[in-house]
T-cell receptor
Framework: EDKVVQSPLSLVVHEGDTVTLNCSYEVTNFRSLLWYKQEKKAPTFLFMLTSSGIEKKSGRLSSILDKKELSSILNITATQTGDSAIYLCAGPNSGGSNYKLTFGKGTLLTVNP | ETGVTQTPRHLVMGMTNKKSLKCEQHLGHNAMYWYKQSAKKPLELMFVYSLEERVENNSVPSRFSPECPNSSHLFLHLHTLQPEDSALYLC???????????FGDGTRLSIL
């Protein structure tokens, strides 16, 4: 059974700090890995990673995939209070279905002023 | 505004009631999903429809009954729910199975 493990489960930082969130993905047939940000409501899509070693970047957020290790990190630089959210990592089911995503439990990030 | 609209936002119902959750997507996507999100647990996929055909049914109890009348609308019909069914129910859509899913804001369901 596919498994997505995120660490840490929660993290408290001060504004301006840089944070690194981790995701490891135990799967037999890797295809892609996705990151989402969830504030009080809808998870919003951040990145989809399919190629190892290529960084995806959006403003202060960036993510990179290590396909060999089946892991990914999400970096947030110069954190702001608006970055406070649950960050979710997910991967498609390796059993063949394109539609099924396995989600991790998420990392709860709290950014204090 | 995510392009995926869910109603109602909150729902409180008794165990013997029948109610329905509605989801509408304005993104022109072909696939729609229902997820359950409970406290301290990962998002759990319930159902997937692609072009109005159900393609995933994740061992969900029969008290949850999905309906997809067209590729823009998805319903979740609820009847005789249990207290442990209290959760946030999220709808999502994607262009294809391999494209990122876009989520609605969810319906917060409480079973008395």
């Amino acid at each position: 059974e596919d498994k997505v493990v995120q660490s840490p489960l929660s993290l408290v930082v001060h504004e301006g700090d840089t944070v690194t969130l981790n995701c490891s993905y135990e799967v037999t047939n890797f295809r892609s890995l996705l990151w989402y940000k969830q504030e009080k409501k809808a998870p919003t899509f951040l990145f989809m990673l399919t190629s190892s070693g290529i960084e995806k970047k959006s403003g202060r957020l960036s993510s990179i995939l290590d396909k060999k290790e089946l892991s990914s990190i999400l970096n947030i630089t110069a954190t702001q209070t608006g970055d406070s959210a649950i960050y979710l990592c997910a991967g498609p089911n390796s059993g063949g279905s394109n539609y099924k995503l396995t989600f991790g439990k998420g990392t709860l990030l709290t950014v204090n002023p | 505004e995510t392009g995926v609209t869910q109603t109602p936002r909150h729902l409180v119902m008794g165990m013997t009631n029948k109610k329905s959750l509605k989801c509408e997507q304005h993104l022109g996507h072909n696939a729609m999903y229902w997820y359950k999100q409970s406290a301290k647990k990962p998002l759990e996929l319930m159902f997937v429809y692609s072009l109005e055909e159900r393609v995933e049914n994740n061992s969900v109890p029969s008290r949850f009954s999905p309906e997809c009348p067209n590729s823009s609308h998805l319903f979740l019909h609820l009847h005789t729910l249990q207290p442990e069914d209290s959760a946030l129910y999220l709808c999502a859509s994607s262009q294809t199975g391999s494209q990122p899913q876009h989520f609605g804001d969810g319906t917060r369901l409480s079973i008395l």
